[in-house]
């Protein structure tokens, strides 16, 4: 059974970068089935895609976080990385790690999600 688990502060400043590490277990984020995907869901709003990385290593970002966004991972721990840089509090969510596959763009694995809050 797949699992992940998203991990990072859960207070960051204005103006900094909001780092959030999602680790998987029982299975691996290089099988070509998948990929790995970032969403976060603001107060009082719906879902919003952040971005994947492949399973090849590609990152593909939203067009709405581009500029500010970068996703990398590790494969020797199986985990993977988000950096939202230039935080205000409009990106103040909670952030969830996901499993996209490929062929349905469905999500069929999430992580229980981590609260982040931007504020000095």
């Known amino acids: 059974q797949v699992q992940l688990q998203e991990s990072g502060p859960g207070l960051v400043k204005p103006s900094q970068t909001l780092s959030l590490t999602c680790t998987v277990s029982g299975g691996s984020i290089t099988t070509n089935t998948y990929y790995w995907s970032w969403i976060r869901q603001s107060p009082g709003s719906g879902l919003e895609w952040i971005g994947y990385?492949?399973?090849?290593?590609?990152?593909v970002s939203s067009p709405s976080f581009k500029s500010r966004t970068s996703i990398w991972r590790d494969t020797s721990k199986n985990q993977f990385t988000l950096h939202l840089s230039s935080v205000t509090p409009e990106d103040t969510a909670v952030y969830y790690c996901a499993r996209m596959e490929i062929t349905t763009r469905g999500f069929d694995h999430w992580g229980q999600g981590a609260q982040v809050t931007v504020s000095s």
């Open positions: 990385i492949t399973y090849l290593g590609t990152p």
